[in-house]
Each structure stands twice: as structure tokens, then as C-alpha cells.
């Protein structure tokens, strides 16, 4: 799988641009200064972003190339991202230790998603802050981005489930005009999520 991602990012282009995710733009201000992990962050776009803001962070990867074009975004921007190649949903993501954890369009196997949702609350700090923004099912027939596979795509009452434990300030399916990158195109069925942790 990680194999699929390195020859998306092998040549120069960054597939999804190099300006932060639209809705993560919107909502980032929430996020108290700190530590702040991008999980699946690809090549760094949202991560050289909230590093601008002052945050301290770590981008999580199982691309190789993604890795690179992060370090390369990084150094282009002079800021400092770390780098972590790894399969998240084997990842141990620490206790109570990250003011932000942000997933966008990180699309995991249905199989991993509870297990992934739980280690990603123990892994928030008190009122530290979530953000995510993924495709869901209805964008398969839209055709403008994201994976083919339904097992790859969660339902707002899905992510609503597996982050109870969270405040929501934000929970609903959007339908937007996507304009990241050429792979990530035109109008588009999203579920948006901001959760904050009681603390
Ligand atoms: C559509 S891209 C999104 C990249 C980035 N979040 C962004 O918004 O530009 C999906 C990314 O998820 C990564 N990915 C998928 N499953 C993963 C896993 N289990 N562990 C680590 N990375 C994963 C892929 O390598 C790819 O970079």
C-alpha cells in the first residue's frame, strides 16, 4: 500500500499542492500552542502550515517519498517539521501528550478505525484539539478524489461514535468545492470533524 504512494509522490508536482487543507485552515486557530501531530500528513502541506502558527510538529507517514517532499516543504518554508515514517495504525501516539491531532483525508481501513480513535483520545491532552476532514461514501459516485473503496471511507455517525469521548464543535457532512492539488478536484461529499477534549 505504501508502495501505491511513493509513485504518487515520486516526481516534483505535490499531488495535493502545498497550501494547508481548506477546512483545517478554517477551524486551526483552535488548537492551543504545542504539540500537534498530522497523522497520513502525505508531503507536509498542512504540517508546514501549523508549524508557521508556532506549533511543535510531527508528521506521520508510511510514504517514503512523502516523508522527502515534507522535509523538502519544510525547508522551503524555514520551518521544522519532524518526520516520522511509520504505518500510523501501528504507531504508539503517547499519552495525554499532543495539543492538536489533525487527520485530513486520511482514509484507514474500516478494520483499524475504533482501535485508531481510541489511541488517538488517550493520545490528546486535556482540551487539546482534533481536526478532521475525509471523503466519505457519498464521494464515490461524485468522482472528483479520494479512494474507490467504501471501506476506506467513514459516515459522519461513524466518526461520531468513535470520538464520543470528545466535545464536538464541529460535526457534519460538507458538500464543497475541493481545490488541493490536481487529484483533489471540483465538488465534493466530505464529513468535517473538531473535537476537543474535556479537561
Ligand atoms: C490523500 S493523502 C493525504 C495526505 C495529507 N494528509 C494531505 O491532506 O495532503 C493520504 C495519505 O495517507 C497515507 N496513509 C494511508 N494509510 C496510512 C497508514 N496506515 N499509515 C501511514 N500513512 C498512511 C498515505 O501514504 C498518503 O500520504
Known amino acids: 500500500m505504501s508502495q ?53 510538529v510531527t508528521a506521520v507517514d508510511f510514504s517514503q517519498e512523502g516523508v522527502k517532499k515534507t522535509q523538502a516543504l519544510a525547508k522551503e518554508r524555514r520551518v521544522n517539521v519532524t518526520s516520522v515514517h511509520h504505518d500510523v495504525t501501528e504507531l504508539d501516539l503517547g499519552t495525554a501528550c499532543c495539543q492538536g491531532i489533525i487527520a485530513i483525508f486520511a482514509h484507514f481501513f474500516r478494520s483499524d478505525r475504533r482501535a485508531l480513535a481510541a489511541r488517538i483520545v488517550k493520545a490528546l491532552a486535556p482540551r487539546g484539539v482534533l481536526i478532521i476532514e475525509s471523503y466519505r461514501p457519498e464521494q464515490i459516485a461524485l468522482d472528483t478524489g479520494g479512494p474507490k473503496d467504501l471501506d476506506l471511507l467513514p459516515t459522519l ?26 487529484l483533489h478536484a471540483g465538488p465534493s461529499a466530505t464529513v468535517q470533524l473538531v473535537g476537543i477534549k474535556p479537561g
Open 157 to 182: 455517525d461513524e466518526l461520531k461514535q468513535d470520538f464520543s469521548a470528545l466535545a464536538f464543535a464541529v460535526l457534519r457532512n460538507a458538500e464543497r468545492e475541493v481545490n488541493e492539488g490536481r
Open 4 to 56: 501505491f504512494w511513493d509513485q504518487r509522490y515520486a516526481g516534483s508536482e505535490y499531488a495535493y499542492g502545498k497550501e494547508p487543507n481548506e477546512f483545517l485552515k478554517a477551524e486551526a486557530a483552535r488548537i492551543p500552542r504545542g504539540k500537534v501531530l498530522c497523522l497520513a500528513e502525505g508531503e507536509g502541506r498542512n504540517a508546514a502550515y501549523l508549524a508557521s502558527l508556532g506549533h511543535v
